[in-house]
């Protein structure tokens, strides 16, 4: 702890405010800043250090001085990584992100809330976005059926979700709820829905969170409204706010949200100090509840600014006149203009041509030596599963790796989570609906994998490294065999469908031995699983999906990092639907029983829900040597840096647009457009100043840079995007042949 207050300062006598580029060094002198401070705090003994970076703390431990912020969950890993590293571990401090932090004082102080908010005194549980999406719709059922929650050409669940992010856009920006119908009815002036839907979801919403809190269950918007509006206030919490941190770091406040300020505001009041960095062209978040110009505010509590001028990659040589190129490119376009030899543009007439052409160039630099493969980035305003897979393969080819930055697909899209799913379909009764013969014929070939040990030694194998783990699974059942048993040897049935003995097909004996082995390990096993069920033996439909990945999956052999992540992500996906089952079946019990339960949670998964990415965040050990792939916001939010850049589709108009990366009415929640309307000027003003940002970000990241333009979209139509005067001007490197 911090023994003298004083020896740090006054606020107004320390605390920074350090304003630059991307890759100016903004976050190395937040370091050491850290590395100052630090020396006025008792070491931590090194037994309990990681520990405390992790944020837990034991009984009679000395809490950390230090309070250490980051935008996002992979920076804040790696910005604790750096500290620890320049300061040899030594001293303690607490890391998180912003929203981390709301949570972790929301959930600490509970009983605080739960006293002044009269509520009932039960543990929080957090809801994830795709089961709060659930419980949400159940709950507005008849306004959705009615049509009372409707807007044209929008899906229900769409609606729902839509309704939901103005609760969390409110709370971030520190607007009341009550206020959220005011802003809808101002910000749109009966543009995109009328007075009643904005009326309808103000009412919704109220009554959302009302059910939320009496069950003890909190989303990301109610955690936000908790903390600015009830807890922060509260005299106690200030007291014990003040006492834990002494001092605040932050990285990239650009990237938080408003309420943010208010935490800040608070600290530096009660005589913290603190270190801030700025990006002027960050803002990778704006539109999903940060609020960059709030925070820019911030200066004016620190006494201390520097700016660190300098510019990285081709932001220093070209920046501003591709900004110029591509937002203001009516009146500026000087005849004869030629941008460097290290921008270039590959134009092809289709967009199968690009990603072929484009994947070529890549092959070529690499196997020429000119540059790494993980010193590459391709880059799309939205990288499709086409061009995911395009990629991919041409490079695998080669033998170049490709890894997917983020890549937050539905879990529905993974062979070998559609194969437990139908296994859970197969075991517990009243399933029958959720299975056919299709999904039987899958299951059989994800399920019927060769194990490694039925493979003949080598003579040359090397016994401190199995060689057997580095090759894929042969296929006991392969397509062709699964299709023939599914045809004969599955019987639909409502209740109790079932996978029938092999000789129930005429013709089993030419299957082969193999295969015939195998279907009858499952169906064996599913037997098995189907008797314990029935002798409630089987524990829950978590320890089913834990027995079958165990017995089928990991069992001596090899899955991808992609397929092992993907299936921690279904196990945490279940494991938190059915804590959340638990506590409503405890508070508002059914006879449902366990299959109506599955059966949302099957077709919660089959519907196309993105569930949250599994913990850790990253994975261990030495980044992949691959080419990354990654959409405009993946990449940003990651502040990664190539040598090369591959900006493909490079005259698409999406690189205007914020696309996903915007929640629906976010701009009307921004503090500075509070009650005024949005206007179509607004909008156009603001996908300018979200294209200057995006270009003069991504060139400071990369020193080599190639616009990937394909005359033809995938639907045919002609590109016609901001960046083409950008492409015109640059060095082109068609293909031959």
């Known amino acids: 702890m911090v023994t003298n207050l004083h020896e740090l300062g006054t606020p107004a006598e320390n605390s920074i405010w350090i304003v630059g580029a991307a890759r100016s060094g903004k976050t190395a002198r937040l370091v050491e800043q850290f590395c100052l401070w630090s020396k006025t705090v008792k070491p931590l003994p090194a037994t309990v250090s990681d520990q405390w970076r992790s944020g837990r703390r034991r009984a009679g431990q000395t809490a950390p001085a230090i309070l250490v912020l980051a935008a996002n969950g992979d920076n804040r890993l790696e910005l604790a990584d750096r500290i620890a590293v320049a300061t040899q571990g030594k001293y303690a401090f ?25 509520l009932r005194a039960q543990f929080p549980l957090r809801l994830q976005p795709e089961t709060e999406l659930e419980l949400a719709a159940r709950l507005w059922r008849r306004e959705l059926d009615e049509g009372i929650l409707q807007q044209t050409g929008v899906s229900p669940n769409r609606m729902v979700r839509r309704t939901l992010d103005l609760l969390q856009l409110a709370a971030v920006s520190g607007t009341p709820r009550e206020e959220i119908k005011s802003i809808l009815e101002q910000g749109f002036a009966g543009d995109g829905g009328s007075n009643s839907l904005w009326t309808s979801m103000g009412d919704l919403l109220e009554r959302w969170r009302e059910w939320c809190l009496m069950r003890g269950l909190l989303t990301y918007g109610i955690i936000c409204e908790l903390y600015w509006r ?11 706010l003040a006492s834990r941190y002494q001092a605040v770091i932050a990285d990239d406040v650009d990237d938080y949200p408003a309420i943010s300020r208010h935490l800040f505001d608070r600290m530096l009041d009660s005589g913290a100090v603190g270190a801030f960095s700025y990006n002027r062209d960050g803002g990778v978040r704006l539109g999903l509840g940060a609020d960059t110009e709030y925070l820019a505010q911030l200066e004016s509590r620190c006494l201390v600014v520097e700016t660190l001028n300098a510019k990285a990659g081709l932001a220093s040589e070209i920046g501003d006149l591709a900004v110029n190129l591509a937002v203001n490119s009516d009146g500026f376009y000087p005849l004869g203009l030629s941008l460097p030899g290290s921008v270039r543009s590959l134009e092809t007439t289709s967009r199968a041509q690009l990603l072929r052409e484009t994947a070529e160039i890549i092959v070529d630099a690499v196997k020429s030596k000119a540059v790494e493969a993980q010193e590459i980035a391709v880059v799309a305003p939205g990288m499709d599963a086409i061009a995911r897979y395009t990629l991919t393969e041409i490079l695998a080819r080669d033998g170049i790796a490709a890894e997917s930055l983020n890549d937050q697909r539905p879990l529905s899209t993974t062979p070998e989570i559609r194969a437990l799913l139908t296994l859970l379909a197969l075991v517990y009764p009243g399933l029958g609906r959720l299975v056919d013969r299709d999904a039987v014929a899958e299951m059989l070939v994800i399920l019927g994998s060769q194990k490694h040990r039925e493979l003949p030694d080598t003579e040359d194998s090397n016994p401190t490294f199995n060689l057997k783990s ?31 003995a092999i000789t129930a097909f005429p013709r089993w004996d030419r299957l082969g031995h193999r295969a015939a082995g195998a279907y009858e390990q499952i169906v064996e096993w599913i037997e098995q699983q189907r008797s314990q069920q029935q002798e409630r033996l089987l524990p829950s439909p978590i320890a089913l999906l834990d027995r079958a990945i165990q017995k089928f999956l990991v069992n001596d052999r090899y899955l991808p990092f992609d397929r092992l992540a993907a299936l921690r992500e279904l196990m945490e996906t279940a494991a938190h639907y059915w804590e959340i089952h638990g506590r409503m079946q405890r508070l508002e019990p059914t006879n449902g029983g366990d299959s109506e339960t599955i059966a949302r949670f099957i077709q919660l998964l089959r519907q196309g829900t993105v569930t949250a990415n599994p913990f850790p965040v990253r994975s261990e050990g030495p980044e992949a040597q691959a080419v990354t792939l990654a959409n ?21 108009p999406l690189w205007l647009s914020g696309g996903a990366a915007t929640l629906f009415g976010a701009p009307l929640f921004v503090r500075s457009q509070l009650g005024r309307p949005w206007e179509t000027e607004d909008e156009t003003v603001a996908d300018q100043q979200r294209l200057r940002r995006i270009l003069v970000d991504l060139l400071s990241r990369c020193s080599m840079l190639y616009l990937c333009h394909s005359e033809l979209a995938v639907n045919g139509q002609e590109q016609t995007g901001p960046l083409l005067p950008l492409i015109n001007s640059s060095v082109s490197c068609q293909q031959s042949g």
């Open 632 to 652: 405009i916001f993946q990449y940003r939010s990651s502040r990664r840096a190539h040598k090369w850049h591959f900006w493909l589709d490079a005259g698409s």
């Open 230 to 240: 009830d807890l922060l206030p509260n005299a106690t919490y200030q007291q014990q």
């Open 94 to 118: 607490h890391s998180t992100t912003p929203f981390g932090f709301f949570e972790q004082e929301v959930l600490l102080f509970w009983p605080l809330l739960v006293q002044s908010l009269n």
């Open 470 to 500: 580095q090759i894929p699974n042969l296929k006991s059942i392969d397509p062709v065999r699964a299709g023939l048993i599914a045809d004969h040897c599955f019987c639909p049935d409502l209740d109790r469908p079932q996978l029938l």
